[in-house]
């Protein structure tokens, strides 16, 4: 196990687990805690012996966005605060979305709290997310701020809600509680508070088992869906097909259904 002071990682199993983790606040993603979770998502990238990765919180909170009291001390050191946000973004913020998109292992975002602000983008970047029951996603940018949602909202939620559930959590500014997002199909499931962190291990523990590169191929296949007709979407997946069939987990699968047992897909190189 290694730490640091906002984002700690444990790996065991072939399951690492990155919990945000602020000692005195409701994990504000501050500059010092996206440096810290860059990095260790760079890590975990390379690292050949994970096979899924949980993310979750520490605390009452999952993640509550941005920290303005960060903000207002930045404001009184540069001329421009939305300069200064702009670079910080283009350094961090969308580089942590990237990065959890281009892991090549599933991604488990167990929500402990409330998710708001940019913790709800940061949430809804993860291939499966999880939330306790207490916890909600909240948009506060609009109605409360006056600026457009951020660390990939924009791009994940109208796909999993539509752009009329998406404008109206938007410009209403409504908390989306963990049942709903659930019924809304933001979220694969609702589970107890107590309940989470276990849950969420028994979801990693069945995506380490999938073929290497799997998590990725399903997202590329579903977010190419969304700029193709039939006709190309047909064409791409006989494409991935073509690539797919010829590699050892498509053999492992077809000898341990010949064989009537689970597959035992070989490890990432």
Known sequence: MTETPLVRCAIADGIATVTLQHPDKPNPITMPLQRELL????????????????LTAAGRAFCVGADLEEMQQAAAANPSLGAWTADFMAELTNPIVLALRALPVPVVCAVNGPAAGAGAGLALA????LMAQSSYLYLPFIPRLGIVPDMGSTWFLPRRLGRQRAMGLTLLGDR???QQAVDWGVAWACVADASLADEALGLARR???????????????YEAAEGNDLAQQLDYERSRQRELIDRPAFRE??????QKRDPVFPPRD
């Open 39 to 54: 990095d260790t998502l760079r890590r975990l990238h390379g690292d050949t012996s994970v096979r899924a990765l949980v």
């Open 176 to 178: 989306l509680p963990a």
């Open 126 to 129: 993860a291939d499966v997310l």
């Open 207 to 221: 995506l380490a088992k999938l073929p290497a590169g799997a998590a990725l191929e399903a997202r590329a296949a």
């Open 253 to 258: 699968g077809v000898q341990a259904f010949l």
